[in-house]
């Protein structure tokens, strides 16, 4: 990560922690240099007791992804990721 570079967002994703995996290594694979990368929490949880339950994470799949992943890369690699994550 480098802390005082230009970046953008070049890729986004709702819940899909491998699809974000198989985007970091493609970049990786290709020689793009990765800006910054991580995931925020997309939804608060739905009790508000202070116990921070929620009824879908004990279904048979187990809790659920809330968060966001993202990747960022500079300006000038922008056109070339995008193009290379067009085809996950």
Same mark, same amino acid.
């Given at each position: 990560?480098? $802390?005082? *570079?230009?970046?953008?967002?070049?890729? !986004?994703?709702? *819940? %899909?922690?491998?699809?974000?995996? &198989?985007?970091?290594?493609? $970049?990786?694979?290709? *020689? /793009?240099?990765?800006? !910054?990368?991580?995931?925020?929490?997309?939804? &608060?949880? /739905?009790?508000?007791?202070?116990?921070?339950? %929620?009824?879908?994470?004990?279904?048979?799949?187990?809790? /659920?992804?809330?968060?966001?992943?993202?990747?960022?890369?500079?300006?000038? %690699?922008?056109?070339? &990721?995008?193009?290379?994550?067009?085809?996950?």
């Amino acid at each position: 990560m480098a $802390l005082f *570079g230009k970046r953008e967002k070049v890729f !986004e994703v709702w *819940g %899909d922690a491998p699809r974000w995996k &198989a985007a970091r290594a493609v $970049l990786k694979q290709q *020689g /793009i240099k990765i800006m !910054e990368s991580g995931f925020y929490d997309t939804e &608060a949880p /739905i009790c508000g007791c202070g116990a921070k339950l %929620d009824h879908r994470d004990f279904g048979p799949n187990g809790p /659920i992804d809330r968060h966001t992943y993202y990747l960022c890369v500079r300006p000038e %690699d922008v056109p070339r &990721a995008k193009a290379l994550l067009a085809k996950l």
